[in-house]
């Protein structure tokens, strides 16, 4: 039961009756699990407020969906970032100024290209026979006159020198025999080299792009 009051004096509880949520219903006090579920404070004075998105509270459950496809997002990017692979070097003027080139068994192209070259023989178990990599634009403008009469190009057939991607050292000419291996031509695909005239230029891959 509660003291009796005095003039001036607040009512309280007895000791036995602190903590009881009845006793202290009646004095207006909230008992203690429903105090502790009400935010506290900071000691600068602003309100706690829940994480929120845009301006919409999140509830547990949401903050952690959002963490792990945030995560996700992050480790795929990582993955990705890293598979992404080193790319060709493309000078201003590569008929003066041509970029960093490796030459083995008579095959002469940029080191990345010449990585994938080497990858799809690996593939295909065995040496893939070709007529051309490297060429400077002097040998380029020699090609084009023997392949249609114009040292300059031909569209479709033969690149203007110095924007042929035999310029790069990133592009082949397969022979006919190496062209008309199935094995050849999927392994050359699957280790990133293109053929974008099997048409009109049949035999022609380049590394980085169809080009």
Same mark, same amino acid.
């Given at each position: ?60 459950? /949401? ?92 569209? %479709? ?42 048409? /009109? ?6 590394? %980085?792009?169809?080009?």
């Amino acid at each position: 039961m509660f003291d009796a009051p005095t003039l001036g004096r607040e009512p309280t509880l007895r000791d036995s009756e602190r903590g009881n949520p009845r006793s202290m219903a009646k004095l207006g006090a909230q008992p203690r699990s429903v105090c502790h579920r009400i935010a506290r404070l900071p000691q600068d004075g602003h309100r706690y407020q829940a994480p929120s998105l845009f301006g919409m509270k999140l509830s547990r459950r /949401s903050r952690w969906i959002l963490g792990a496809a945030s995560v996700c997002v992050l480790v795929l990017g990582g993955v990705a970032f890293l598979n992404r692979g080193p790319s060709i070097v493309i000078p201003d003027r590569p008929c003066a100024d041509p970029p960093p080139l490796r030459t083995h068994d008579g095959v002469t192209l940029q080191p990345v290209a010449m990585r994938a070259f080497h990858k799809a023989e690996r593939t295909a178990h065995t040496t893939i026979a070709i007529s051309a990599s490297f060429r400077s634009c002097a040998q380029q403008a020699i090609a084009c006159r023997n392949i249609c009469g114009n040292p300059q190009g031909c569209p %479709g057939r033969c690149a203007t020198p110095g924007s042929s991607w035999h310029q790069l050292g990133a592009a082949v000419d397969l022979t006919q025999g190496s062209l008309d291996n199935a094995t050849i031509v999927s392994a050359m695909k699957s280790a990133g080299w293109c053929e974008p005239l099997p048409s /009109s230029d049949p035999g022609h891959f380049s590394y %980085g792009g169809c080009h």
